[in-house]
């Protein structure tokens, strides 16, 4: 893990750089206050830093403060470093915004374990940023985690001039299956196609769950010569996946209508236009009797 330092005094600098490189830390050490917040501008500055309180230009406290009004998309853990040891003193820094201080000179063991206690809560935050992208039910993406997924997937794609290929599958009838065995065995339907659905992906493709029951997926490097057949091959594993409803003792199966759409023939770039057209291929598969694959032609 990356660690920025700032401190002015070169001596307490290098020993705090030279233990925390024991501790197998990345170290970026910065001389003094703004050029620790210009490091803190930078596109992925480190998330965890030790701010000297005293330094010439702006002082601990005062980046503090600013990093607080800053709307980031990561935390910043903040150590402050002081020989100021008064209470008032300690509630101001926490006020500024500190996560935590150490008092000068550190005594090595307690920054070891306080530098911790950052890691822990830096990696808490990756972990709910994690969840945060996935469907609770399935465990598949979110939708909202699937489109950012996409949009870099289409800007590769073009980029490199390789295909893409999406798919939409809604289930066929399910409200029949809400209505006659009840909302739990729905969700265990939904899981059980979400399962299939990504046994039937390969390790670069990507699976979301899109409404209800509706989900995509997307497949990279995919042209329109290959993507009927994947998507043939997508409908028959749905069709194909029993669904075991143990309170009513039965096997269940769904079938699936899947719209599909290439990025060659709609290349603006602009993810809505691919999944819109998927979706009114979904609608003509629908309209066309269900359980089948309908590829989408540009006008
Ligand atoms: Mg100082």
Known sequence: MQVLIADDDALSRRVLHDVLVDWGYQVIAAKNGNEAWNIMQQDHPPNLVILDWMMPGLDGVEICAMVRQQVKPRYTYIILLTSRNRPEDIVQGLEAGADDYIVKPFNPDELKYRLKIGERIIDLEERILGLAR???LTGLLNRRAF??????????????GTGLGIIIADI???????????H???????????RCLQKSCRRYDFAGRYGGEEFILGFPGVGKNRIQSIADRVCMDIS???????????LISVTASLGVACLEDYPSGNPDH?????????????KKGRNQVVIAKPE
């Open 134 to 136: 996935i469907d609770y």
């Open 147 to 160: 489109m950012e997924k996409l949009e870099i997937e289409i800007n590769r794609s073009l980029r490199e």
């Open 172 to 182: 066929d009838y399910f409200k029949t299956i809400n209505d006659s065995y009840g």
């Open 184 to 194: 739990l065995a729905g969700d265990r339907v939904l899981q059980n196609v979400a």
């Open 240 to 250: 194909q996946c029993y669904t075991e409803l143990p309170q009513h003792g039965q």
């Open 274 to 286: 691919l999944i819109s057209a998927a979706d009114d291929a979904l609608y003509v598969a629908k």
